[in-house]
Structures are given as structure tokens and as C-alpha cells.
């Protein structure tokens, strides 16, 4: 069982930016895809951003794509969201998830992930 422990969420004025970090629990946290999910309000859960393995391979939704990056520090079994030029729009609650990829993939689709976080508030003030 991962146990995942998101932090970093807050309050920020559009423009700004926050670091959104994940600690797991788990020893052989190198061997899981990780990702970043968000829930807006009235919204249904969204793929944010995910990162291989080894984290040469990442992807990222289109409307963060050159605002948002996501790391991994396998040695601190730690996953980052770094989230920058913050619009209104990113408001949510931001899940970290971890995954242990199937068929050879480098990661599932967002609904067959293994292990989610409790999620963290981002709120962006216009």
C-alpha cells in the first residue's frame, strides 16, 4: 500500500506561482508512474500532468503545457508540481497519484491509477 502526502497548496494571485509537492511512502517508489490530477469546483477530476518511471518521459494536459512542470526526486520519494503564471481557472484541489504502469505502458488511463493522495487547495484570485 502507497500512502501519498501532498503539500504545497495555498492561496496566490493570478500571475504567481506555487510548488506542489507528493511524499510517498513506498521503498520502491522509482518503480510507479506518478501524476497530478485536479478537481475544480463543479468539475469532474482532470489529468494535470504525469511522469515516467525513470522521468525521462512526461506529459502534460494542453492548458498547462509551458506553464507547469513536473519533476521527481527518486531518492527523496518525492513528486513535484512546480505551477507557474497561475490563472483563475487552476483552481482546484490537486491529487497526486501513483501508478504501476500494465502492458508495457508508461503509464494507464486515469481511471485504472493504483494510488491517490487526499489532495491539496489551490485557489488563484483574479
Known amino acids: 500500500q502507497v500512502q501519498l502526502v501532498e503539500s504545497g497548496g495555498g492561496l496566490v494571485q493570478a500571475g504567481g506561482s506555487l510548488r506542489l509537492s507528493c511524499a510517498a511512502s513506498e521503498r520502491t517508489f522509482s518503480t510507479y508512474a506518478l501524476g497530478w490530477f485536479r478537481q475544480g469546483p463543479g468539475k469532474e477530476r482532470e489529468f494535470v500532468a504525469a511522469?515516467?518511471?525513470?522521468?525521462?518521459?512526461?506529459d502534460y494536459v494542453d492548458s498547462v503545457k509551458g506553464r507547469f512542470t513536473i519533476s521527481r526526486d527518486n531518492a527523496k520519494n518525492t513528486v513535484y508540481l512546480q505551477m507557474n503564471s497561475l490563472k483563475p481557472e487552476d483552481t482546484a484541489v490537486y491529487y497526486c497519484?501513483?501508478?504501476?504502469?500494465?502492458?508495457?505502458?508508461?503509464?494507464?488511463?486515469?481511471?485504472?491509477?493504483?494510488?491517490w493522495g487526499q489532495g491539496t487547495q489551490v485557489t488563484v484570485s483574479s
Open positions: 497519484a501513483a501508478d504501476l504502469p500494465k502492458l508495457g505502458r508508461q503509464w494507464d488511463p486515469p481511471g485504472q491509477w493504483d494510488y
Open positions: 511522469i515516467s518511471r525513470t522521468g525521462y518521459t512526461t
